[in-house]
């Protein structure tokens, strides 16, 4: 977030920045995504006194979209690899397939039909949008990517502690339809349905209901709010150190 406030032109400490953000992520572990992401955007849009609200905003949508669309194409690049999960999920993949085409059809006339009016009523912030994507699409890349293969050690690593041996694609296949599913308003913070994501996958791995769960709530849960926390009272700290140096 900060290097895509930066790459906006935004310019804020640091230090402001983490506790926006490891206070945004401990509120998502009691709501949603959506809710922690408003108040991350309009905690910083007061933090730089009003100005260029819509850049911020565009930094924490470009974000959350780049997290999404990583975890959507390693979804799918998963299940390809695991292509015997559908026979478990006794999905009829063909008549979805046509019923996605289908919206996405319906998706592209919409637009089409709006876009003159919304173009004359909102020519400013598509002007502001275009700018952000351009400033940000390599940096975006970049670091979503650097922050993926981290997490995905990170979960290797989380299920070995477990005591749990599973291959590297139906690993991903797990952790990226736990972060979708997490990321949707269903419920607060994801409980529930990705508790049921898990331990449905896991099970056909031959792993236990309880081991299941418990790597659920250990992952999204309690490793996540340990980490913002600690962050959270390292930016405090500095904070007060710096305003105790300057009195």
Not at 92 to 111: D, G, Q, S
Request: aromatic share 14%; charged share 15%; proline share 2%.
């Amino acid at each position: 977030i900060f290097l895509l406030l930066k790459t906006l032109h935004v310019r804020l400490n640091p230090i402001v920045v983490l506790k926006i953000y490891t206070s945004s992520a401990l509120l998502s572990q009691i709501t949603t995504l959506v809710v922690s992401t408003f108040a991350a955007t309009a905690a910083t849009i007061v933090s730089h006194k009003g100005e260029k609200k819509i850049r911020i905003g565009n930094a924490y949508i470009i974000s959350n979209i780049s997290d999404l669309f990583f975890a959507t194409l390693i979804l799918s690049v998963s299940l390809f690899l695991n292509r015997d999960i559908f026979g478990l999920l006794r999905l009829h993949t063909e008549r979805y397939t046509y019923l996605f085409i289908l919206l996405f059809l319906l998706l592209v006339f919409a637009l089409f039909i709006l876009k003159k009016r919304f173009q004359k009523i909102y020519k400013n912030f598509i002007e502001e949008v275009k700018f952000s994507i351009r400033k940000s699409f390599l940096l975006t890349v970049l670091t979503t990517t650097v922050v993926w293969i981290w997490y995905t050690l990170t979960c290797f690593f989380e299920i070995k502690c477990f005591g749990v041996s599973i291959p590297i694609s139906y690993l991903l296949l797990i952790y990226t339809a736990g972060s979708i599913i997490t990321a949707l308003p269903i419920s607060i913070a994801g409980l529930g349905t990705r508790d049921l994501v898990f331990i449905y996958l896991l099970s056909h791995k031959g792993v236990s209901p309880e081991t299941a769960f418990i790597l659920s709530l250990f992952s999204y849960i309690l490793n996540p709010t340990l980490s913002m926390f600690l962050l959270y009272i390292i930016g405090v700290s500095i904070s007060f150190l710096r305003g105790r140096n300057d009195s």
